[in-house]
């Protein structure tokens, strides 16, 4: 692929995938917000402080207007070749009363012809964006491209009425796996993948396929954190949840935060815990309020000190 012109500040960490407008359906009502599951884990980023860089594919309109001023205000770095397609894709969701969201789909997922020229310490994809061809094939490539260079973290976020046959998509998905370090899927995403295997034992498949590190979010009961010698469980947050968008993007956020700050003493309990410990924290945080709105550095470290925090 062609490079890209690399930015004025190489970012820590670039975020690869899809970008679109959340249509809202609640009591009666609504309403747009910027969304996609790679763009909430950008703008997580930059709420907290990270320096982050965002490759995606948005249009040229309003709603693309919306995204990248939504990203930009954050301080994400819109990378180039982003404002690429016609129209700006759409996902329709609808809240039920327990907050909980279902979503159907406008979308068209490609990429321009552009690979970042520089090296970031972490790179993230995931969902759509890595399922959904004639984009996926680049999404693979730049994968590639940063592969035992880079540490690449992946969240399938799995969309079954975007991906095909459960054969074809978990060959994707099973084909990415050894090109990561990092895997994150809910409970969700491990059952539709492995439907008769427990979280725990598709996350043991997973490392098995060649990953590092897998982590699995159970909702309510918190999260495992697994390698191959190392199994830790992480508690959630206590919350009350208005929804729960964005949730999983805001652990996926914090999480990689976490990792820029790890030590070298590999992947380790005491380095994992408090890296989970922070990622259910922030997802705890933005389920308390709608929509995908996840935490600042502040509010984060705030909640963590306080003494109920998990």
Not at 156 to 168: K, V
């Amino acid at each position: 692929m062609n490079p890209s012109v690399a930015p004025a500040v190489s970012p820590d960490v670039i975020v690869v995938g899809e970008a679109l407008i959340d249509v809202v359906h609640a009591r009666g009502t609504a309403s747009e917000h910027p969304g996609g599951s790679p763009a909430n884990v950008a703008y997580g980023l930059a709420r907290l402080g990270v320096s982050t860089g965002f490759l995606t594919a948005i249009g040229n309109d309003a709603r693309g207007h919306a995204i990248h001023a939504h990203l930009t205000g954050a301080g994400v770095e819109l990378l180039p070749g982003s404002q690429s397609m016609p129209t700006t894709s759409t996902a329709t969701a609808t809240l039920a009363d327990d907050g909980s969201a279902s979503y159907t789909f406008d979308l068209t997922w490609d990429l321009a012809s552009a690979t970042p020229t520089h090296q970031p310490k972490i790179l993230h994809t995931g969902s759509i964006a890595s399922f959904l061809a004639p984009g996926s094939g680049k999404v693979r490539s730049i994968l590639q491209h940063y592969a035992g260079t880079s540490t690449i973290t992946y969240d399938p976020n799995i969309r079954p009425d975007l991906l095909g046959s459960h054969h074809e998509a978990l060959a994707i998905f099973e084909d990415l796996v050894p090109l990561t370090n990092v895997v994150k899927l809910s409970n969700e995403d491990a059952a539709w993948l492995y439907p008769n295997k427990s979280p725990k034992d598709a996350g043991r498949h997973i490392i098995n396929l060649g990953t590092d590190l897998v982590a699995v979010t159970l909702g309510a009961e918190g999260s495992q954190l697994l390698t191959a010698v190392t199994d830790v469980n992480i508690p959630a947050a206590p919350s009350i949840v208005a929804d729960t968008i964005g949730a999983g993007d805001s652990y996926m956020a914090a999480f990689i935060s976490g990792l820029l700050t790890r030590n070298t003493h590999g992947w380790t309990t005491s380095v994992l815990e408090p890296i989970g410990r922070m990622a259910a924290m922030a997802a705890a945080i933005t389920v308390r309020r709608p929509g995908a709105n996840p935490p600042t550095t502040d509010e984060l470290q705030a909640h963590l000190e306080q003494p109920t925090a998990c």
